[in-house]
């Protein structure tokens, strides 16, 4: 059994509303979820009911309102802003639906990102970076663009930068749907393949159905609430 | 991080151009325009600088310029010479007098009288000729731009060149014969006049018959005096005003700048470079920065600390700078190079290279300070943003 200390993910009563305009967004009424370490864990719902907020959160992007948010045992409401950039450098990886690489460096180089941020000498974080192009299947393409690559390529780039500073958790919003089918699956295959690991939890964002079967729990949210969590993979 | 900085920099070809271009322009303008503006101004006391062996200029309380003469008394320069610390004093008389060509047109000139006794005050160097030549009887030196110009002779055949005026030619001043007996180089002044030399006996034969033909004492301080306290002891006991030539042309120099729009003129080129540069490169590099705001943003999600976008933001506002920068002194002193010898004052001094250094520094941390600005303030949540 996992205990409250080893959750990766660890949400009570989570709030968020948006304001701007003078009009407020409950995003968030009150979320609670766990996530273990080492599962992957896939966040379904409607367009609009927060998913994207409560992996913000997680992520420790985005201040919640009210509740607890505790990632591996750490509470953001206890860090400074300057803490939790430093922690996130550290523990949590990113892919995103628009990939966001950044389009004047190689793929090697966008890869060797995190590993720059954390200060690692630029030779070094490159030759790290070379071992994870292997791991995504583009041992050969690291001298390429993002412009020159296909998208799946490039989300397979933006995969080995979630995973080259070993982060605990990785979060990723709608990673396959910018794809086509096929790709889609590829790209969530190797995710599952590298990126799910002893003591590191995933959490996925996606609408995409066909891609439930790879999730070890679903969690279904409805307007800023969990709804139903399915331990058993669906179907596909 | 810093080559993913400078790497976002050049990654945007249009926008990296724009923002060069800005900087060079800026940088071009201010040093070209203040490059021209101080070589005019050194122009103006281009006289002062000729007659170097001078520390200090005595002269007439009410001169304001150096082409501003308004004659002494001769008895003026014994008081002078009376004085505690005064090395040696001599006479020069500056004058505009007419010269009569061959062809009967008058050309008026820039007539130095120098010290018969020690020819002290002479041309900074000679062409041809000596200067002890002006000993001889009717004896000139000519300024070479003079004798090749305005005071050159008519062709011998018609259609065919002018010929300069040679050493042996001679010309009339007032009615009075001349001989060429040396040219000479001097400093190019606002006067657009040749510029002749003679003895100081010499000139006031030529000048008009005037009581007061002394239009400058030119002091040399004893060694080991100092010749601010020799400056004031003479502007004591002659009531006279007597200048170190620094301040000499400095009081030239400001008659020029508050009595003439140039200045003015040329502060306005200077702004208006400064301000166009401003406009182009800082509103390119801030619209460069709300481009790559989502970059920024991923960088600040993945761990990049606020110091570290910063740094970023500011080492590629310095690196557009020091490009612009140099480019733009580069064309400007091209351009100084290709006008050297013309008509064209231009004059590089390096603190007009501090100046536009500082402008567009200046302009960079403009730039960068509003991005930098934008890129604090930015939430990292906005990278979920599609
Ligand atoms: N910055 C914001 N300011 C105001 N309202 C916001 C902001 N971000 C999100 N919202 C609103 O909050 C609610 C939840 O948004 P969120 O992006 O979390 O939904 P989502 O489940 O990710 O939707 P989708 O599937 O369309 O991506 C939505 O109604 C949205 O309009
Ligand atoms: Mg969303």
């Known amino acids: 059994m996992h205990t409250e200390q080893t959750m990766a993910v660890s949400c009570r009563g989570v709030t968020k509303v948006y304001t701007s305009g003078g009009t407020k967004t409950h995003a968030l009424r009150g979320v609670d979820l766990d996530v273990y370490p080492s599962e992957l864990l896939m966040l379904v719902g409607p367009s609009g009911c927060g998913k994207t907020t409560l992996i913000s959160v997680i992520a420790g992007i985005l201040d919640q309102d009210e509740g607890e948010a505790l990632v591996f045992g750490r509470n953001f409401k206890q860090m400074s802003q300057r803490q939790k950039t430093a922690w996130r450098g550290v523990h949590v990886g990113f892919v995103f639906q628009a990939f966001n690489l950044l389009p004047a460096l190689t793929a090697r180089e966008n890869i060797a990102v995190p590993l720059l941020i954390l200060g690692e000498p630029k030779r070094r974080a490159l030759e790290r970076a070379q071992a994870v192009l292997e791991k995504v299947d583009l041992g050969g393409r690291g001298d390429s663009l993002p412009s020159q690559l296909s998208g799946g390529q490039q989300q397979r780039v933006a995969i080995g930068r979630a995973l080259v500073h070993g982060p605990r958790l990785i979060v990723c919003d709608e990673p396959t749907s910018s794809l086509d089918h096929e790709t889609g699956k590829t790209v969530i295959e190797l995710l599952k393949r590298t990126a799910v690991g002893p003591d590191r939890a995933l959490v996925i964002v996606t609408h995409d159905p066909r891609i439930f079967g790879y999730a070890d729990r679903i969690a279904r949210m409805d307007d800023g609430r969990i709804t139903r969590i399915e331990t058993q993979a669906l179907p596909q | ?386």
């Not at chain 2, 030119?218 to 060694?223: D, E, I, N």
């Open chain 2, 1 to 386: 991080m810093n080559f993913i900085a400078l790497k976002m920099l050049m990654g945007d070809r249009a926008k990296y151009i724009g923002i060069i271009i800005g900087l060079t322009f800026a940088s071009l303008l201010i040093t070209q325009q203040a490059s021209v503006f101080v070589g005019l101004m050194t122009r103006t006391f281009g006289a002062i600088s000729d007659l170097g062996q001078a520390e200090i200029w005595v002269m007439d309380p009410k001169v304001q310029f150096v082409d501003d003469v308004k004659p002494m008394k001769d008895t003026k320069l014994l008081n002078v010479r009376g004085i505690e610390g005064v090395q040696w004093a001599v006479p020069i008389f500056k004058g505009l007098l007419k010269a009569r060509l061959e062809n009967g047109n008058f050309q008026t000139c820039i007539v130095f009288g120098l010290d018969d006794a020690t020819l002290m005050g002479g041309p900074p160097t000679m062409v041809e000729g000596r200067l002890e030549d002006l000993r001889r009887a009717e004896a000139v030196i000519v300024d070479v731009n003079g004798a090749r110009g305005k005071l050159a002779r008519p062709p011998t055949e018609p259609g065919g060149e002018r010929r300069p005026l040679e050493i042996g030619d001679t010309l009339e001043l007032n009615d009075h014969r001349a001989v060429v007996v040396g040219l000479c180089n001097v400093s190019r002044t606002f006067q657009s006049q040749p510029t002749i030399y003679t003895t100081y006996s010499r000139a006031t034969q030529f000048a008009p018959r005037e009581r007061r033909l002394l239009s400058f004492i030119l002091v040399k301080a004893k060694p080991g005096e100092d010749p601010e306290q020799v400056r004031e002891r003479i502007q004591k006991e002659t009531g006279l005003l007597a200048l170190t030539s620094a301040e000499f042309k400095w009081t030239t120099v400001k008659y020029f700048m508050k009595y003439t729009g140039i200045p003015i003129n040329f502060g306005i080129a200077v702004l208006l470079g400064f301000l166009v540069g401003t406009a182009i490169a800082g509103q390119t590099f801030y619209n460069f920065t709300l481009d790559n705001i989502k970059q920024f943003g991923a960088l600040k999600a993945m761990g990049a600390s606020n110091m570290t976008l910063l740094r970023m933001i500011l080492l590629q506002a310095l690196t557009a700078g020091g490009i612009g920068y140099g480019l733009g002194v580069g064309l400007a002193s091209l351009f100084g190079r290709a006008v050297r010898g013309s008509e064209l004052a231009f004059r590089m001094m390096p603190q007009i290279l501090l100046i536009s250094a500082g402008a567009v520094l200046f302009i960079c941390m403009l730039s960068a300070l509003f991005s930098i600005r934008k890129v604090m303030k930015l939430e990292p949540a906005i990278v979920f943003k599609s």
